[in-house]
């Protein structure tokens, strides 16, 4: 048996079924698709429509409402990774896509009302409907641009009104409907913002309201293309009170970043399986098998994945435990470490088979690229010294890894 095996020899027949669908869909379709929806910096539609076609489109809504209930709030936290992890091996861009949905989705079971419930669990699993949350407002502005990203937010008698743009807005050209992180004490989101937690605001918001245009002339990286990460313009933008998810400062002080940690780390687990799988097929097929340094690197590789699935298990277990604490401490210790398994596996398999694997329609090029450019999501320097302030007893931000 494999490691990931016995990690699963417990698992329900509905985790077996959802990760037996996942896969093979990720092998037949997914996976054929990624390529034309890189190099168009696409959002992968057809792919969230075979998902939702597939009734894995609601995999962290509760199952008396219709969905799997995967995810830490339902005590079923390994799965959703696995399915994340399966998905980032066909196509990490989907993977990201994936994870703002579902983390929607898992912050909608959480703090929503019974009445928010209803309305939009319905959509995902009814109509295929999908979820973004947006927090991004960075100090920096656009190149070629005076204004600094950031919004406003104004109260209104019976909601809000909201100027201003997000950027690395992912899913923007995609998504029915987002979590707009803001903050009514001035610009930055969740992660930028100078103000007290109780400003930061969770509103749902219905993206197909006129008084929002997205702008794709900005979005043109070398990777991640197709999460299709573009900036997004609010112009006097009106949001219902009925909409306001959880309490004014929930998303900070109960610290709900912590449970999206470890997701990432699943994402990145999955490009370096796919660039295991591929070195693992390429060396056979080349008759490479008896080479001792290449079986080194195929060692390796092989090591990495083991550990990425051990580090995760363990993280979901405290999750599913209620060790808040502890798994999220955990949660940015794995989301370190499989940043730097999953980067080195990726070298490994191009030292491995050479320059061929970097040559379309090789998908290590893709692989490459992504995760090059996906780790650059968070600081990881900054990352190991909140590990490294945690260690010595000195004030820590596990969220957000400030000093």
Known sequence: MTTLEILLADASPAVRDALGKTGRLAEEALRARADEYDRLAAFPRSSFEALFGAGLLGATIPVDAGGLGFGHHRGNTFPLWMMTKLIARADLSLARCWEGHTNSLVLIDALGTPQQKQRWFSGVLERGEIWVGWSGEPSAPKPGERAKFGTAVTATAD??????????????????????????????????????????????????????????????????????????????????????????????????QTAFVPHYAASFLGAAEAAFDYAVKYVKHQNKVSDPYIQHRIGSMGVNVDTGHLWLHHVAGLWDRGRRDEAALAGIRVRHLVEHLAEQSVHHCIRACGARSLIRPSPVERILRDLTFYLRHDNDDHVLATIGREVLGERHDVSFYKP
């Not at 807005?169 to 100078?194: C, D, K, W, Y």
């Not at 004014?248 to 109960?254: A, K, R, T, V």
């Open 159 to 256: 909601g809000w009104i909201i100027n201003g743009s997000k950027a690395f807005a992912t899913s923007a050209s995609g998504a029915t409907h987002a979590i707009l992180l803001v903050n009514t004490e001035g610009p930055g989101g969740a992660r930028h913002s100078q103000g007290s937690p109780e400003g930061l605001l969770m509103l749902a918001c219905d993206l197909s309201d006129r008084s929002i245009s997205v702008d794709t002339s900005w979005w043109d990286p070398v990777g991640m293309r197709a999460t299709a990460s573009h900036l997004v313009r609010f112009e006097n933008t009106f949001v219902s009170r009925d909409c306001l998810i959880g309490k004014p400062g929930s998303y900070l002080l109960d610290q709900w």
